[in-house]
T-cell receptor, first 113, second 109 residues
């Protein structure tokens, strides 16, 4: 089992450029999450999805859009990247709603210049 | 506001025992979770507590006191591969995870 797969692993963008981060899980989980991780701070929830076609805002949703493409895939889009969005982005999934046991992808390291 | 505090960094010796503390103030409580994160890798689930007391799993134990808003992760017989960051997370009343910044554990031979 691959678990949770994220692409790309690394990316450098210029301010104002757009990009989409992709996440896929093969564990048949209903619930999927996008987090960002910054030095000295805990993981912060950007958006999450409780099932195909449904999404909800997390703690820091501004500047990000998400789409739950199907049960397996959950994408995160930056329409106009800003330097403040330089971060490591993690996708996670869980079997139960509100579960504290989440399975994470390897992360996408994004730099916005 | 919601707050989770952990020491930023700790150092321990191979073969020894280390205790990593976590204190929290959150809007509601529905469990406390510990994750391990090696540098440049994904967090992986280690342990969780919902009720007060000690949960033991191999070389890893986690303790919870809800009245004190306090937990610790105890790692025994430390190995070099235990060098990692350890993340404490609390599930609040809305069943959202609130994460601490993590404790970087350095193991010395």
């Amino acid at each position: 089992n691959a678990g949770v797969t994220q692409t790309p692993k690394f990316r450098v963008l210029k301010t104002g450029q757009s990009m989409t981060l992709l996440c896929a899980q093969d564990m048949n989980h209903e619930y999927m999450y996008w987090y960002r991780q910054d030095p000295g701070m805990g993981l912060r929830l950007i958006h999450y999805s409780v099932g195909e076609g449904t999404t909800a805002k997390g703690e820091v949703p501004d500047g990000y859009n998400v789409s739950r493409l199907n049960k397996r895939e959950f994408s995160l889009r930056l329409e106009s990247a800003a330097p403040s969005q330089t971060s490591v982005y993690f996708c996670a999934s869980s079997y139960l709603e509100g579960s504290g046991i989440q399975y994470f992808g390897a992360g996408t390291r994004l730099s916005v210049l | 506001g919601q707050n989770i505090d952990q020491p930023t960094e700790m150092t321990a010796t191979e073969g020894a025992i280390v205790q990593i503390n976590c204190t929290y103030q959150t809007s509601g409580f529905n469990g406390l979770f510990w994750y391990q994160q090696h540098a440049g890798e994904a967090p992986t689930f280690l342990s969780y507590n919902v009720l007060d007391g000690l949960e033991e799993k191999g070389r890893c134990s986690s303790f919870l006191s809800r009245s004190k808003g306090y937990s610790y992760l105890l790692l025994k017989e430390l190995q070099m591969k235990d060098s990692a960051s350890y993340l404490c997370a609390v599930r609040d009343r809305d069943y959202q995870l609130i994460w601490g910044a993590g404790t970087k554990l350095i193991i010395k031979p």
